[in-house]
């Protein structure tokens, strides 16, 4: 029995739709917590300053949950990203002859982007966590207080541009994930296409104008 079971997992990764579905299950949890993380920041804007930094040591009051949120985070980050550099070498495969002209139907410019905003936005979560979780790349950074530490942060328009591009990229690619989801469940009929496309870039564009005008309202001076 354990053998057989084995023998059925191993297969289904070894198929492309194996591999779609593992990318469609991690996508799916990822785009859970980047929505969840950004209903946490938005609390910068509630009238009381505290709201965010109390926020803040909350998840930090439970260790043994924030790390094992994290290393979960962390894993399936991993099997994301591996599925989607083993589909990425298999379809280069499929094709080892270039086009000489090659022209883009289905594929908008998010999709033919994935492979290159995927590891962009997996770079930047990595300095992102070392300027607003460790303070390691954070000018003046004080773990008690994380309204201040969010506002000093995004006072450096360097920074904040940084920011603005990253979650433009992640847009980017949540808008060809999201649409792509849809395909690999099935949820691609004629009917419905023109409204999952439209809901896939709706949603992606509003969860990046979320993170994105919180260091433009600091930029901007509406966040002090």
């Given amino acids: 029995m354990g053998g057989s079971t084995g023998c059925w997992v191993s297969e289904t990764l070894r198929s492309s739709i194996g591999k779609k579905g593992l990318m469609a299950v991690t ?8 929505v969840i993380h950004l209903l946490g920041n938005l609390q910068v ?38 599925a989607a550099i083993l589909l990425a070498m298999e379809n280069s495969a499929a094709r080892p002859v270039k086009y000489h002209v090659r022209q883009w ?18 770079a930047y979560v990595v300095y992102h966590l070392l300027h607003f979780t460790t ?7 004080n773990p008690d207080d994380v309204y201040r530490n969010v506002i000093v942060g995004f006072q450096n328009k360097a920074v ?24 690999t469940l099935g949820f691609n009929h004629p009917k419905y296409t023109p409204a999952l496309r439209f809901a896939s870039i709706a949603v992606a ?9 919180i260091p433009v309202s600091v930029m901007l001076g509406i966040l002090k």
């Fill in 205 to 213: 564009t509003a969860i990046g104008a979320g993170y994105i005008s």
């Fill in 105 to 122: 139907r289905e594929a908008g410019y998010a999709a033919r982007t994935m492979i290159i905003s995927g590891p962009l936005i997996l």
């Fill in 27 to 34: 996508g799916l949890m990822l785009f859970g917590f980047v």
């Fill in 160 to 183: 904040a541009l940084t920011y603005i591009v990253a979650m433009v990229m992640l847009a980017t690619h949540l808008s060809h994930g999201l649409w792509s989801l849809c395909q």
């Fill in 45 to 82: 804007y509630l009238p009381d300053k505290q709201a965010l930094t109390q926020y803040g040591h909350l998840i930090k009051s439970k260790p043994a949950v924030l790390w094992g949120a994290r290393l979960s985070l962390l894993a399936i980050v991993l099997v994301h990203a591996a």
């Fill in 135 to 141: 303070g390691h790349a954070h000018p003046d950074f």
